[in-house]
């Protein structure tokens, strides 16, 4: 079992910057995938980035490549997303998410239906 919480959403002007944060419970954090979405109202949740259980693999959606950046530390069991140059269109609920990849229900980092655990999710809103 894994539990999720984020923290660092918040109001930022368009341009500014925020970093997101993670805290995982349980003992296989590091053997986790760990991917980070987002929701705007009326839309579909979509993926933003993700993170390999060694950190050497890491995906990004085109829409935040070069703007964000994805890492983790487990030894605090904790995840971190870095958002640079943040847009208006970057506005949503941004959430957390966990896999063990052996897990049948696994489809790759991009699917939220691969992840079986999520965070309650956090508010990101960027004014322009």
């Known amino acids: 079992q894994v539990q999720l919480v984020e923290s660092g959403g918040g109001l930022v002007q368009a341009g500014g910057s925020l970093r997101l944060s993670c805290a995982a419970s349980?003992?296989?954090?590091?053997?986790?995938?760990m991917g980070w979405f987002r929701q705007a109202p009326g839309k579909e949740r979509e993926f933003v980035a993700a993170?390999?259980?060694?950190?050497?693999?890491?995906d990004y959606a085109d829409s935040v490549k070069g703007r964000f950046t994805i890492s983790r530390d487990n030894a605090k069991n904790t995840v971190y997303l870095q958002m640079n140059s943040l847009k208006p269109e970057d506005t949503a609920i941004y959430y957390c998410?966990?896999?063990?990849?052996?897990?049948?229900?696994?489809?790759?980092?991009?699917?939220?239906?691969?992840?079986?655990?999520w965070g309650q999710g956090t508010q990101v809103t960027v004014s322009s």
């Open positions: 998410a966990a896999e063990n990849t052996y897990n049948t229900r696994w489809n790759g980092p991009t699917l939220p239906r691969s992840y079986g655990y």
């Open positions: 349980g003992r296989t954090f590091s053997s986790y995938v």
């Open positions: 993170i390999g259980w060694g950190a050497g693999r890491t």
